[in-house]
């Protein structure tokens, strides 16, 4: 079967296009409904998650419609980030979880991802059975078998301990000044409340949702506003999460941004100190080729992956490693949490530089990244990449960077592009070099 809705994320679109329609998510809620019925003897229940932006408040309706019409029983947690919601329907006995966000995307946008009792993502198989269902007339089930909504009152705070016991249950931050951009999203009340409870001074930026500035100038997306209000405050370092609060980005002292990369080395230094770090780290093919080299000189494999956390979890999962990311600031630590976690991760981060007596600034200081150019060529016809002359420009390319670069050739998941990337020690030859394969790529166009 084709798989027409699920991407590696979930679900996400415009509002009103496409499939992001009211009758598709009720639809959906119908089908994913079906398919925990299918495997359940007695009646399921779904929690339900979303973060700020307007729309949430139509699809959360039109998702509990359709599951009571399955046979399911919908428990409504309200504003809550998406590891959140793994996190709860993983402790308590729901077969599932569903998170309303499209993420770090403006308010224009919305989504659906999906979890099942675990707190991890739906495998292949269940998402092919949901689009099967999807396909079906939408069949409410008897009276006496209609699922019944809930509301769950004490979701917030559950999630919140969560997020505090991840850290050494003695361990206080009232040592660091910190300034935390929650974008408006869904941590826009759980974040501050965590890092604040743990004794952390925290001034809060992008903490008042209108249903329509979700991500919107704030964000690890847009972390200027974090670095502006660092330096002005005089703070130790920035916290930025995204729109669902699934990703982070840092800022320290000096207003120089930290991404996904340079958190995962921060993590994985501290547990190598420690004597804690089992394993290597799961990154993809765009993770800097710096993360790699660092990590190397204390002994720590790196795996690249495909883009996207979905792949990074399953390696993660048959290695049995414990930490793994993306650039873009999905950290995770698979021994704390089952999904990426921005306010967890961030939390590591701290208990490292409380461990170490370092400042950020300090403690990144033991990566260098690599020049990384990154060139997106229009181009709709894939099997071009694979044209003789291109492949002769790319092996050119590599013998001339040799062990001291990087090239990625691939085509974009989500539109017409092959994205070109090439990494070295010199910007200027990685600049070159990234330029003649982009050129190489267009003329077969």
């Known amino acids: 079967m084709s798989r027409r809705y699920f991407g590696t994320d979930g679900i996400r679109g415009r509002v ?9 998510i009720l639809k959906l809620g119908w089908a994913f409904g079906q398919t925990l019925r299918s495997k359940s003897a007695s009646r399921p229940s779904v929690l339900i998650g979303k973060d700020t932006r ?75 059975e949901i689009e099967r269902w999807v396909d079906e007339p939408l ?12 509301r769950a009152h004490d979701a917030a705070n559950d999630y919140i301990k969560f997020c505090k016991h991840t850290v050494i249950q003695s361990t206080e931050f009232s040592e660091f000044n910190i300034v935390l951009d929650c974008a408006n999203g869904a941590a826009y009340q759980i974040a501050p409340s965590v890092f604040r409870g743990l004794g952390a001074r925290v001034k809060t930026i992008g903490t008042s949702p209108d249903g329509l500035n979700i991500n919107k100038d704030v964000g690890s997306t847009s972390p200027d506003a974090l670095a502006r209000a660092v330096i002005s405050s005089g703070a130790d370092l920035g916290i930025a999460l995204d729109g669902d609060a699934d990703r982070l ?47 190397a000189k204390m002994d720590i494999p790196l795996l690249r992956t495909n883009v996207g956390d979905r792949f990074v979890i399953e390696a993660m999962r048959k290695s049995k490693w414990f930490l793994g990311g993306e650039t873009s600031g999905h950290v995770i630590c698979s021994d704390l949490t089952s999904t990426g976690d921005g306010i967890v991760a961030a939390l590591q981060v701290l208990s490292a ?8 600034h300090e403690a990144v200081h033991g990566m260098s ?20 002359s291109v492949k002769a420009t790319v092996r050119a390319v590599e013998s001339e960077l040799a062990e001291y670069g990087r090239v990625v050739l691939r085509p974009s998941g989500t539109e017409p592009f092959v994205r070109v990337m090439v990494e070295g020690y010199d910007q200027e030859l990685v600049m070159a070099c990234a330029k003649r394969i982009a050129e190489s790529v267009e003329k077969t166009a």
């Open 16 to 24: 009103g296009e496409g499939c992001i329609t009211v009758e598709f």
């Open 54 to 128: 307007l729309s949430g408040y139509m699809f959360e309706t039109a998702l509990e419609a359709g599951l009571i019409a399955a046979g399911v029983d919908p428990v409504m947690l309200g504003p809550m980030p998406t590891p959140g919601v793994a996190h709860l329907a993983r402790k308590g006995s729901a077969m599932g979880g569903i998170v309303i966000s499209a993420s770090h995307n403006s308010y224009e946008d919305n989504g659906i991802k999906f979890f099942d009792g675990n707190g991890a993502k739906l495998n292949d198989d269940v998402e092919i």
């Open 139 to 150: 069949v409410t089930v008897d009276g006496p078998l209609l699922g019944r909504a809930s």
């Open 249 to 295: 980005a840092l800022v320290d002292h000096t207003g120089v941004l930290v991404d996904g990369d340079e958190i995962l080395y921060v993590i994985a230094a501290s547990r190598h100190r420690l004597g804690s770090m089992a394993g290597g780290v799961v990154g993809t093919l765009m993770t800097n080729l710096g993360l790699e080299k660092a990590l």
């Open 353 to 360: 530089l409380k461990m170490s007596g370092q400042s950020l």
């Open 369 to 388: 990244k690599c020049p990384q150019v990154l060139i997106n060529v229009p181009l709709d016809a894939r099997a071009n990449l694979n044209h003789s």
